[in-house]
């Protein structure tokens, strides 16, 4: 099996070559696919996880993700602010998020042509989930390929948006996405996200619960074949001290 090191995903970022403000698209394709490869891209898709109210106590698993998010988002920020050239890196560095960076750079490069226009239609139905990759990450990267059609004045039927990513769903989630397609009442969008983020939630439970309980048989296995052992050994010293 190849590893990928941070030394090889350093070396990738630094062979893409500098946005100087032309061929946008294809520079932004790049950018993404390496942004997805060290696995920050999700800045720019997921919103940051909320500070807790005034008198709300946090769990220690909350704020870890908080700090990680703000680290990623830094680091995302920087590598995209890394594969800008001088100019644009000068005009580009003072935007905060790396959110809010990828979308000026969209307004400011995808005009309002044919191309652009084709670009983004096929992004969306050509789009195709993955398994390996949070299924709540991918559906919020498609949001934000629809965004940009409102941005392009192009129009969707929302149940056609809905149905093709319920089409788009990954290989291990055919049961659920037949049962989806099923159902005997229409779904929005926001209701689809709200049935995808229990769905990977309860997959999450069930993924720790298994783990936690293979854990568990592994252990039981080895303390019965310690016991086992240890039998074995006493009846041969037995059989030993019986022959002398």
Known sequence: MAFVTLKDMGSDFHRLEHFDGGDFVRWQRKMHFLLVTVKVYYVIVNPRPPEPGENEEESVAKTHERLRWDQDDEICRGHILNGMSNTLFDAYHTVKTAKELWNQLERRYITEDATSKRFIVSKFFDYKMVDGRSVMEQFNEIKSILDRYSQHKLALDEFIVVTSIIDKLPPSWKNFRN????????????????????????????????????????????RKVNVMLRKTMKMKWNLEGANE
């Open 179 to 222: 049962n989806l397609k099923h159902r005997k009442e229409d779904i929005n969008l926001d209701e689809l996200g709200t049935h995808l983020r229990i769905e990977e939630d309860l997959r999450k439970e069930e993924k720790s619960k298994s783990e936690g309980s293979n854990h568990f048989l592994s252990k039981l296995s080895k």
